[in-house]
C-alpha cells in the first residue's frame, strides 16, 4: 500500500485537493469491489496540523503535520489561488519539507501551478516540467535552469511528476493510479468520473496574450505593430523597421526578449484571433481564415493545429456556443 500525503494550505485550490482524494479513494473502493487491498493509504497534511481553513469557503482537517510525517511514499502538491510570489512566501516551511521528502527518495507530485512550489524547492533544476499554461512563461523566467513544457499534460521524471493546469491534474492522478494499480484500474476510475483518460495536449486551452514580461522598448514597438496589422500581408522586414533595425539583429532581439520568433510570433496573433471567431461561432472558416491574414487553407489549418492541437473545425465543435456542422 503507497502512503500518500496530500499536502493542505490555506491558499490552496480546492478542487486539487478534493479531486486527488475522491480519485484515489475510489480507486481503493474499485478495488476493494474485486477482491483485492486498497492501494493507497493518505492522509492529509500541513505546517500547522487541525483546521485549515482555505482561501474559499472550505475547510479540511489535517491529520498530521510537517514534523510528524518524516516517511511518506508520494507527496501531492495542490496549485493555489493566490499569487506565485505569495504562495512561495507564506509557504516556506512546505518548501523545506519537500526538499527533505525527497532527499529521502519520497515521490513528489504537484498539480498545476503547484510545479511553482517544487521548482523553489530546486527539486526542478535540469528537469522538464509543465503547469497551468498561464504559468508557463513566468516560470521560464524565474527559474532558467527548468525546461518548461508549454504543450505537455504533464511530466514524469525520476519520482517527480508536474501536471497541466486547472482539472488537468485529475489526468495527473489517473496517471499515477495507472502507474500503481495498472490499466484496468485507471480506466475503471476515469470512467467512474467520466474524464477523459489520455489527454496529451493543452495547447487548445491556452489564451495567447504576448509575452511582454520584458523592457525592451522596440521589441515591445514591434510587438504592438505586429498586433494591430496580424491581418496584412507584412513581412520580418517591415516589422524590423519598426524597431529601427537590422533584420538579423532584430530576429536575435525579438527572440530573446519573447522566446518566439517574429514570424512565430505573427502566426501565434493570426491563430488567437481566429480562435476566438470560432468560439463566437461567427462566419465560415475560409472568412475566419481571410480576416486572420490567411489565403491559403492548407497554411491556415496547418498552422492552426501545430499551435492549437486541434484543427479549426475540431476547435469550432469544442468551443463554439452553437456547434453547426462545416463544410
Not at 482524494?21 to 483485492?36: H, K, P, R, S, W
Not at 514597438?221 to 533584420?247: R, W
Not at 502566426?267 to 470560432?278: D, F, G, I, N, T
Request: with cysteine; hydrophobic share 40%.
Amino acid at each position: 500500500m503507497k502512503k500518500v500525503a496530500l499536502l493542505v494550505y490555506e491558499d490552496a485550490v480546492l478542487s486539487s485537493i478534493s479531486g486527488a482524494i475522491d480519485l484515489l479513494l475510489a480507486t481503493n473502493g474499485f478495488l476493494g469491489q474485486m477482491g483485492q487491498s486498497p492501494a493507497f493509504q493518505l492522509e492529509l497534511v500541513s505546517d500547522a496540523g487541525g483546521p485549515i481553513q482555505l482561501h474559499v469557503p472550505a475547510q479540511f482537517i489535517s491529520s498530521r503535520t510537517f514534523d510528524e510525517v518524516t516517511e511518506t511514499d508520494l507527496v501531492l502538491v495542490p496549485a493555489f489561488y493566490v499569487s506565485p510570489e505569495l504562495a512561495l512566501s507564506k509557504n516556506g516551511r512546505l518548501i523545506e519539507w519537500l526538499l527533505a521528502r525527497r532527499a529521502e527518495g519520497t515521490e513528489i507530485a504537484s498539480m498545476c501551478l503547484g510545479s511553482y512550489f517544487l521548482a523553489e524547492a530546486g527539486l526542478l533544476a535540469g528537469r522538464s516540467c509543465t503547469s497551468h499554461w498561464t504559468a508557463l512563461e513566468d516560470m521560464q523566467h524565474r527559474y532558467p535552469d527548468v525546461e518548461v513544457l508549454t504543450d505537455s499534460v504533464m511530466t514524469d521524471k525520476d519520482g517527480i511528476y508536474t501536471s497541466g493546469g486547472a482539472l488537468l491534474s485529475w489526468n495527473l492522478i489517473l496517471y499515477l493510479i495507472e502507474k500503481f494499480c495498472g490499466r484496468d484500474i485507471s480506466i475503471g476510475v476515469s470512467r467512474r468520473f467520466n474524464i477523459d483518460l489520455d489527454r496529451v495536449s493543452q495547447s487548445h486551452f491556452v489564451v495567447f496574450q504576448g509575452q511582454r514580461k520584458h523592457e525592451d522598448a522596440p521589441i515591445l514597438k514591434a510587438q504592438t505593430f505586429i498586433e494591430q496589422n496580424y491581418h496584412l500581408p507584412i513581412s520580418v522586414e517591415q516589422i524590423a523597421e519598426q524597431a529601427n533595425m537590422s533584420k538579423r539583429n532584430f530576429i536575435r532581439r525579438f527572440k530573446q526578449a519573447t522566446q518566439n520568433t517574429p514570424l512565430e510570433y505573427l502566426q501565434r496573433v493570426k491563430v488567437e484571433s481566429a480562435k476566438k471567431a470560432l468560439e463566437k461561432n461567427a462566419d465560415d472558416v475560409s472568412s475566419i481564415m481571410y480576416n486572420a491574414g490567411y489565403n491559403d487553407v492548407k497554411t491556415f489549418r496547418k498552422v492552426f493545429k501545430q499551435i492549437t492541437g486541434l484543427t479549426p473545425q475540431d476547435y469550432r465543435r469544442k468551443y463554439s456556443r452553437d456547434v453547426v456542422t462545416l463544410s
